[in-house]
């Protein structure tokens, strides 16, 4: 579950005499959020950000989604001004992967602006899934997810600018590739920076235990003459490794053996952490390419005119970069979800057309990586981890109208942008956002309450995920609320109808929950393709003329199933969650968000 990636320090005498690495990473943390809170709602002077940020989209719903926010952003003054943002959509058609998106976003730049943005600093932010693991990111976008941060609150979006703020002082013309739901934390020497300044392409690389470097990209470094590890390291990339297995890592001499380091030197943390006594690998987060690089990319894109099959911007590109890559990786489609007829051979074209360019590396010793993608990783970070929460200053209560939360050690629960009555009640690990919760409301532990209405009596079970959405049907305002447990894996799927008592709602069979629903098992239960059948595209959620209406009538179907109690829903309209994202009504969610802060901005006296 927990994809962090812990630091380490310089040693010997040296780390003795400075701050301790978790002390340094809050405070290089905090100075990047101050800067740029002082940089929101400002115009930019040139070199002093970024030229143009991209975030890229799944498809037209999406990218209309995303637009309409960046605008209220925009409006709002929540973002520097004097940048060009942009949302760039994939082509409709196959699944290209964020490789795909990185080649067709080179396309859109070079229709826009020409030759001009040869001189162009770029961030180029990968959001065009639809977050199936963590679906309250699912209508309105994985990049703004929001934080327990900031006033406003910060969402992924701004999270990701603030801390790149210094790289663009330092960094030649080309493009910086990242994921919109990851954060890189790191700590330098205070007269030290990042360039991104060197051919071809750079990525920073931080220290991790070899369990990680199994999910991660790893780094076969060429050999380092200094004994003494520091902070910052430039160094070069021998080798790229996708995803290795643990033996994969020690045949290619990715591996680092511990020695140089004693205790004082690693960053604290729990179990997941680095040990002193451990071999360790160096991951990936993201990377540079510099303009021609980008050129390059771009002039092959043309060329074959379509994509049709899935593209991984870092084990595509990456593994074809560094002396010591080979062609071999190219045929190993193991870690591939889907693989197309034309995988392998478009590898090869990219590994071709790739070979001999230099991929430099970023060494940042006292760094973390934190992924928030899933619902796991989410209420962990924002309700029990205090790693994160003292290095970012996240809070309990940010932005909302709600009574104290006692603090306690191990985990509180988090409200972000949400107003609740006083005699509500959310139990600790769980977390409610742009919600209204009434008096007779009782949250329990671990759940997820996002963009809800809930004004009667309502007691929502441990582990619960409740997320309502607005919909256009035949141009009439409905709402869908989609509840299920936190931990239900909503990608798993089924080729037959026969098989789908091998999917699980809530912990139940969910052969089992459509008996408590009086629903049947028919081909019309699933939306779309009817070979992939799962919870994504099962037909259960009822359609409600009012918000709150919505999240009662849900949260009924599931306390049924909890309580194995029938609850018919056979006189309801039903739809999947694949089916409410195309009906979703993008700009009466964000009406609902407004209300919400503007009553929580007028009895705060902000406004």
Known sequence: MRRVQRGLREGGAMAAARDPPEVSLREATQRKLRRFSELRG?????????????????DEKQELAYNHQLSEKLKRKELPLGVQYHVFVDPAGAKIGNGGSTLCALQHLEKLYGDKWNSFIILLIHSGGYSQRLPNASALGKIFTALPLGNPIYQMLELKLAMYIDFPLHMNPGILVTCADDIELYSIGEF???????????????PSTLTIGTTHGVFVLD?????????????????????????????????CRPGIFCQQDFAGGDIADLKVDSDYVYTDSLFYMDHKSAKMLLAFYEKIGTLNCEIDAYGDFLQALGPGATVEYTRNTSNVIKE????????????HLLKGTSLNVVVLN???????????????????????????GLQSITFSIFPDIPECSCKTSCIIQSILDSRCSVAPGSVVEYSRLGPDVSVGENCIISGSYILTKAALPAHSFVCSLSLKMNRCLKYSTMAFGVQDNLKKSVKTLSDIKLLQFFGVCFLSCLDVWNLKVTEELFSGNKTCLSLWTARIFPVCSSLSDSVTTSLKMLNAVK?????????YKLLSIEEMLIYKDVEDMITYREQIFLEISLKSNLI
């Open 366 to 392: 006292n760094s973390k990586f934190y992924h928030i993608g899933t619902t796991e990783e989410y209420l962990f970070y924002f309700t029990s981890d205090n790693s994160l929460k003292s290095e970012l």
């Open 340 to 351: 197309g007829s034309e995988l392998v051979e478009m590898r090869q074209r990219i590994f």
């Open 192 to 206: 030290e920076f990042i360039r991104f300044d060197k051919p071809g392409f750079t990525a920073l690389a931080h």
């Open 563 to 571: 309580n194995k109690s029938a609850f018919s829903l056979n006189s």
């Open 223 to 255: 050999p380092f003459d200094d004994l003494k590890h520091r902070d910052l390291e430039y160094r070069s990339c021998h080798h790229f490794l996708h995803k290795p297995s643990i033996e994969k890592m020690y045949q290619f001499n990715a591996v």
């Open 42 to 58: 400002k115009l930019v002077a040139p070199g002093e950000f970024w030229d143009i940020v991209a975030i890229t989209a799944a």
